[in-house]
């Protein structure tokens, strides 16, 4: 043995080694540190045997509560899952009801409106579905009075000229009308000259009833009594027509 090397001790293996070089000593149980570096490799081997500080080695317990916090996190989704799934639609149908029931229908028009503005809708919509009836209704009547046939004319025809006249006015022509009847009928020649003087005809009922239902008949819908009195006096004043082109003037 060196004596100069105060702090050189025998190894099993006959090695020399110096502490200041190598804190740590082998020994027959195991390895020592010695000096600065003992008290961290102690702490550090506390550490590794009681599992804090390596995430590889974590404790029990931590690992249980991780386990549990995510099974935890699992069983709150899968209630939630399940939940949604099979909770019955009550809430769907109390707020499709409340919906309804914050809704109403026209029944004008047939659309919908809130509560609150369907009592104005209504009063509005009445006003405009009267306005838009009287508006069909002065069509229709416009449409048939078109396709309506026209008013009889008023008046009667003369029997002797066929000039139609009013009820005031036929009375003074008549008179006029046959005076100067009787004069053309002296001015032709004798073989074209009339021999009786025009009458007014007289119609019944009957026979004016009856030229009314023949024309019915024949399809003719709208022909009505005055239009049958007016045929009578046009035949009447055909029979009664003048060859006014025969007469000679001197």
């Not at 025998?10 to 020994?27: A, G, L, Q, V």
């Not at 007014?200 to 030229?211: A, F």
Request: hydrophobic share 30%.
């Amino acid at each position: 043995m060196n004596h100069n090397y105060p702090f050189e001790r025998s190894r099993p293996n006959e090695h020399k080694i110096r502490e200041s070089h190598c804190p740590t000593k082998h020994t027959v149980s195991g390895t020592q540190q010695v000096g600065p570096m003992s008290n961290i490799s102690a702490s550090w081997r506390n550490k590794k045997s009681t599992g804090i500080g390596d995430p590889n080695s974590a404790p029990k317990t931590l690992g249980m509560t991780r386990l549990s916090s995510s099974d935890s996190t699992k069983e709150v989704r899968t209630t939630s899952i399940t939940i949604s799934d099979t909770e019955p639609k009550t809430s769907t149908i109390s707020s499709k009801k409340s919906s309804q029931s914050l809704i109403q229908v026209c029944p004008i028009c047939s659309r919908f409106y809130g509560l609150a503005s369907i009592d104005i809708h209504r009063r509005a919509c009445q006003l405009a579905d009267e306005l838009h009836r009287r508006q069909m209704e002065a069509k229709q009547a416009w449409d048939n009075k078109l396709v309506r046939r026209p008013s009889h004319p008023p008046g009667t025809l003369c029997h002797i000229c066929g000039r139609r006249y009013t009820h005031a006015s036929l009375s003074l022509h008549i008179p006029r009308c046959l005076k100067q009847w009787i004069l053309w009928n002296k001015m032709l020649p004798k073989r074209r000259q009339h021999r009786q003087i025009p009458i007014t005809p007289t119609p019944t009922n009957e026979e004016l009833q009856e030229r009314v239902e023949k024309a019915h008949r024949n399809g003719l819908t709208y022909y009505a009594l005055a239009d049958a009195l007016d045929e009578i006096m046009l035949e009447a004043s055909l029979k009664n027509k003048l060859p006014v082109e025969l007469i000679h003037t001197k």
